[in-house]
């Protein structure tokens, strides 16, 4: 049977995949950022996986989200993410929570083994207490900026959080960050290019997934090809530091 990472392996090395197969990752958010990044990762031969998002499908997820399809609206994202993933890498272990990030749930979704946190979620809140709490336990994370208003995948840029600029999101996160005393050591994807809305949103054509957990928020318009490739971005991050982690 042909080798199905035997172009990773052509490309990284031997020793690069094997680190790969070796290492566990964590993704919180299995949206229009994490679902790239889950794909990503598993076609490049992540060993071991752990899967964490609260949501179901639902049909505004479709034009940008990899696990949205017409045949999972309704289906727990992180399930759906599960078998897709097996179906991809059958020698990946993938866990999954289906759980809502907050301070309290996060004793139960984080573990001091695992070798890098992904943070592709949306929520202000649950976002700076996960990343608030992995540096606490010493734990390496590439988070992602705001993704939705971007329509130029050309200004998509990676650094540290200190580094970022222009994008509110980040700005909002390094104020909250810098209040419980965190400046930098955090990895970051993020966009040069200012965020639009040219529509006013549909109230029919909203579900929000946060609407129980904290004040609604209206909608941001997206395209598939920029919150993709925030995604793949934190992939190549991922894999950046966990190669180079193990080469030292």
Do not use: W
Not at 166 to 176: I, S
Not at 225 to 243: D, H, N, P, W
């Amino acid at each position: 049977m042909i080798n199905q990472f035997a172009r990773t392996e052509q490309l990284l090395g031997p020793r690069a995949l094997d680190t790969l197969k070796r290492s566990r990752i964590s993704i919180f958010g299995l949206g229009a950022v994490g679902s790239f990044a889950a794909e990503a990762l598993a076609r490049t031969g992540i060993g071991q996986m752990h899967l964490v998002d609260f949501d179901r499908v639902d049909a505004s997820n479709i034009n940008r989200q990899l696990f949205a399809l017409h045949s999972t609206i309704g289906m727990e994202k992180s399930v759906v993410a599960q078998s897709r993933i097996k179906d991809i890498n059958p020698g990946c272990h993938v866990t999954i929570q289906s759980s809502f990030v907050n301070a309290d749930s996060l004793a139960d979704l984080l573990e001091p083994d695992m070798d890098i946190i992904v943070d592709a979620i949306d929520g202000l809140n649950a976002k700076v207490n996960l990343l608030v709490e992995a540096r606490k336990m010493g734990l390496a994370v590439v988070s992602s900026m705001g993704a939705g208003g971007r329509i130029d995948i050309s200004q998509i840029k990676t650094g540290d959080i200190s580094q970022t600029h222009v994008c509110p999101l980040a700005r909002m996160v390094r104020q909250r960050l810098h209040r419980r005393g965190i400046y930098e050591g955090i990895a970051a994807v993020y966009s040069t290019e200012k965020p639009l809305n040219k529509q006013p949103f549909k109230s029919d054509d909203v579900s929000d997934p946060l609407e129980n957990h904290g004040r609604p928020r209206p909608p941001i318009g997206t395209v598939p090809y920029v919150t993709g490739a925030f995604g793949l971005y934190i992939a190549m991050e991922v894999v950046r530091i966990l190669t180079e982690s193990r080469e030292r």
